[in-house]
Nanobody
Framework: EVQLVESGGGLVQAGGSLRLSCVGSGFPFEDYAIGWFRQVPGKEREGISCISSVRISGHKTYYADSVKGRFTISRDNAKNTVYLQMNSLKPEDTAVYYC????????????WGQGTQVTVSS
């Protein structure tokens, strides 16, 4: 059974930090790019970061402008885990955060987690 499980969300004050984890199972994790998305009720889902699979030289990363310089994505394939370190959090970062996995052969994300809530108080 394929699973992606996010954890690490919670309530934090503005300026604080959280580290989200995304653990994958049931598929060859190292062969998949992993992305982080977030969604606020009534708004479109926003792709905020992703990290390439091990097959691409180095682990290429991407950040949306809204999080660049504050968030850092990394992966530990030995633990089938991708992390999203979130620093200098702002109230507008409040959302449900999802991770998703995409194979090299796919143009869309194949697997999604259930999400973890991040709430940043002002």
């Amino acid at each position: 059974e394929v699973q992606l499980v996010e954890s690490g969300g919670g309530l934090v004050q503005a300026g604080g930090s959280l580290r989200l984890s995304c653990v994958g199972s049931g598929f060859p994790f190292e062969d998949y790019a992993i992305g982080w998305f977030r969604q606020v009720p009534g708004k479109e889902r926003e792709g905020i970061s992703c990290i390439s699979s091990v097959r691409i030289s180095g682990h290429k990363t991407y950040y949306a402008d809204s999080v660049k310089g504050r968030f850092t994505i990394s992966r530990d394939n030995a633990k089938n885990t991708v992390y999203l370190q979130m620093n200098s959090l702002k109230p507008e970062d409040t959302a449900v955060y999802y991770c998703a996995a995409r194979s090299l052969a796919s143009s869309r994300y194949d697997y999604w987690g259930q999400g973890t809530q991040v709430t940043v108080s002002s």
